[in-house]
């Protein structure tokens, strides 16, 4: 049961971003920003769905049910991962999960900020930069696990609720989530 009232029937992130509507509008403009592709920022390699793979991940160490399973669908459908095998692959062991180096990397540095900022080594940030990533992925990877640390809280810390064992639900969200972005009137 949620600590406040929320709007009943609307699950998650949702429901206290319909509860306070002057919050949600930012907050879906910076999920937009860094989990849909940047144009403005050419020298990106992520794609989508590389990005809702990183928030997946860390929602999945923040042990936040409705963003891991939201956001994994998302990165599902833009990686044609049907089944989910990849993503399920990506949160039990990214190290052994079929990505590339470059994101195993950018996974590992995202881990390191869920824990806390300061677990970013210079190490990693040198790994990832083998591996391929440029500084803007650094720059965004840091931003969407530091995000989703903030995402994760604002729902578990309201005790929102979430539908279990309901893939088709998840599954429909993330299609308007891939047309239609992450919209203040129906956040995903």
Known sequence: MPHIPLPPG???????????PETA???NDLANVLLRTNAHHPD???????????????????????????????????????????VSAVKCDYRQAP????????????????KGG??????????ARLAGATDRDLHDTVLIAAAFCMFNRYVDGLATTAPVD??????????GVVANGYAASDPG
């Open 99 to 114: 990505v590339s180096e470059k994101m195993k990397a950018l996974l590992t540095i995202a881990g390191s900020v869920q």
């Open 44 to 86: 990106s390699t992520l794609s989508e769905g590389e990005r809702e793979l990183i928030a997946t991940y860390v929602s999945s160490q923040n042990d936040c049910y409705f963003c891991q399973t939201i956001h994994g669908a998302v990165a599902s459908h833009h990686l044609g991962d049907e089944d989910w095998s990849l």
């Open 10 to 20: 609307i699950p998650g992130i949702r429901g206290p971003m319909n509860y306070s």
């Open 166 to 175: 309901v893939p088709d639900f998840y599954r429909m969200r993330a299609a």
């Open 25 to 27: 509008r930012p907050m």
């Open 118 to 127: 300061k677990h970013v080594t210079a190490q990693q940030i040198d790994a």
